[in-house]
């Protein structure tokens, strides 16, 4: 008996190596027993893990991080744009903070479309009338109320990196000279990040009016931002742009502190964002999956890919259907969960064969609700877990730098649906739940999540990557709880993402052809695609000790206090 014990422990043990064998490829993994700081980039996890060192907590590094990462990573780190965090104290408290961009006043349902009724997508994603107003500075002042340091510290590193300047790495200067064309299409006047020379790894980037809006910031708090010179300069650049956020819109922003969504999987308490972020698609994906369960299934096997799948292709016609703003729909989140709703969504699933999209969901039923965005994940040594996304949408947002305050605002609207059954820039459908509304959240893929187990952090994580962010990290948190994986190859590991329509599974370049082969003979269509997502996981071990990932996919990196 005890040789088949070990014969049996001896043979998991090969399986679940050959099954990870292929993926590991490591790129910034620490591990620690003192607090970590995992972002987009070095200098920001840096700032972060100084506060920390500097008598911090948690909050105080994720505040440092994310003004950091409004300076290093333009293309995505932000002032200009808004997000979600869910922390976790070492007291027990759960917390969800809500600064998404909200529709300026001036919004209505059809300010998209054109006089033949279609939808002009170009407006949605780029210019003036693209952006709604921003909630990131909110944002971090509501975070500041569980931080320790005083805010004027906490914005220091990045007036420093602003003023200075920085190191651009070779994917960012790569990415201002793509973009130079389209910089200058939407600003007429000069900004920082277009000079006559292409940019080259090591070129130093000065942000001198960023630096001075943060000054501004650090002076007078809150107020720096939405009133006072920096809100002029927004509204003045808002008429020159032809947008509509007004200075009523940005005195009236307020944060929404709101109930984070718990649920149970698998002996662990997953703690995430409620609507209007994409947390509700995480939590109906983990507890559809676990109708079945994966146990005994390996990582990215056919098997478990298709149940994956097939749960996401449920998953996301129930978003374009039911998901926006509680604020302004019925909120459908407990029916959306309950064990017999998403039992009967599961009763038409055959292991055999791919189930058509259009057996799980109508696009007529829609009314079109609906790149770039970053997270930071943050543990500190007493074990206070804070998960932050925020986003300016897509790559530099609506590409319009706020003249003389030096920083890109969002093209967030494009989250909004502009037509019933129009695709937004990451081709999702929505429902009349989304259409714009003076005021309101535009619908959120952003999933910040921590895991508890026996009420302490064992997971935090998040990523970017629209449409494809609580696929990622419904992926990242099976990975580890269910196949056995490490922190690395949870986040390492090649990536897949199905969201109903269109009916194809994107996988990363590098995912199984054995996988891919096995499901086309049941009927599934693959695309390759680069990269799917960037996530920054923190997974707690059973002695304590925290291994802090940052994805391979990008710059990103970890932070040590
Ligand atoms: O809130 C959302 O769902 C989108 N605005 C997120 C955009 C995004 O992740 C782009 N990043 N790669």
Do not use: C
């Not at 995992?38 to 948690?58: D, I, V």
């Not at 502190?257 to 703690?271: A, K, T």
């Not at 298709?306 to 509680?326: K, N, T």
């Amino acid at each position: 008996m005890r040789k088949f014990l070990f014969l049996l422990a001896f043979i998991s043990t090969a399986t679940l190596f050959a099954q990870f064998t292929d993926y590991n490829t490591v790129k910034e993994v620490k591990v620690s027993n003192k607090g970590v700081v995992a972002s987009a980039f070095p200098l920001a996890s840096e700032a972060g893990a100084q506060m920390l060192r500097e008598g911090g907590n948690a909050f105080d590094a994720m505040i440092a991080t994310q003004f950091a990462l409004a300076v290093t990573h333009p293309q995505a780190g932000n002032i200009g744009g808004g997000g979600f965090t869910i922390a976790t104290t070492t007291t027990g408290k759960k917390i969800a903070l809500d600064y998404r961009e909200k529709a300026p006043s001036k919004a209505h349902r059809d300010m998209y479309l054109d006089e033949n009724g279609d939808a002009n997508l170009d407006l949605s994603q780029a210019g003036g009338l693209a952006s709604g107003v921003p909630g990131s500075v909110a944002g971090m002042f509501k975070m500041h109320e569980y931080a320790k340091l005083p805010m004027e510290k906490l914005i220091q590193p990045a007036i420093d990196l602003a003023e200075q300047g920085y190191a651009l790495s070779a994917a960012d200067a790569n990415s201002l000279n793509n973009r130079k064309e389209t910089f200058l299409k939407y600003n007429k006047n000069p900004i920082a990040f277009v000079k006559e020379e292409p940019w080259k790894e090591g070129d130093i980037l000065v942000q001198k009016e960023l630096a001075a809006t943060l000054k501004r910031i650090q002076k007078e708090g809150q107020k720096g931002f939405y009133e006072g010179e920096t809100a002029k300069l927004i509204v003045k650049q808002m008429k020159e742009s032809h947008g509509i956020i007004s200075k009523k819109d940005l005195k009236n922003y307020q944060v929404r502190e709101r109930e984070p969504l718990v649920i149970d999987y698998q002996g662990h308490q997953v703690v995430t964002m409620p609507l209007p972020s994409g947390g509700l698609v995480l939590a109906q994906l983990l507890k559809m999956v676990d109708l079945k369960g994966l146990k005994g299934m390996q990582l990215n096997s056919p098997e478990a890919v298709q149940l994956m799948v097939e749960v996401e292709r449920r998953v996301f016609a129930d978003r374009a259907e039911y998901m926006g703003d509680p604020d302004f729909i019925e909120d459908q989140t407990e029916k959306l969960l309950s064990p017999a709703y998403l039992k009967d969504r599961m009763a038409n699933y055959d292991p055999s064969k791919a189930t058509p999209s259009s057996e799980v969901g109508k696009v007529e039923n829609l009314g079109k609700e609906s790149m770039q965005t970053t997270h930071i994940s943050v543990l500190d040594k007493d074990g206070n877990a804070v998960s932050t996304t925020t986003t300016i949408n897509g790559g530099y947002g609506s590409k319009v730098v706020v003249s003389g305050a030096g920083f890109f605002l969002n093209n967030e609207m494009d989250d909004f649906s502009a037509k019933p059954g129009v695709p937004n820039m990451f081709g999702a459908l929505g429902g009349k739940a989304n259409a714009i509304e003076p005021n309101k959240r535009m619908l959120s893929a952003m999933s910040p999540t921590i895991v508890l187990k026996d009420n302490t952090p064992k997971i935090v994580v998040g990523t970017p990557g629209g449409t494809t962010i609580p696929t990622q990290v419904f992926q990242s948190i099976v990975d580890v709880i269910d196949f056995g994986a490490n922190a690395n190859i949870a986040v390492n590991a090649p990536k897949f993402h199905h969201q109903w329509l269109p009916e194809e599974v994107r996988v990363e370049r590098d995912f199984p052809e054995t996988t891919i082969k096995a499901l086309e003979k049941k009927g599934y269509t693959f695309k390759k695609t680069y990269k799917i997502g960037r996530v920054e996981m923190i997974v707690v071990d059973e002695n304590g000790n925290y291994h802090a990932v940052a994805d391979g996919r990008g710059d990103d990196s970890v932070a040590v206090e």
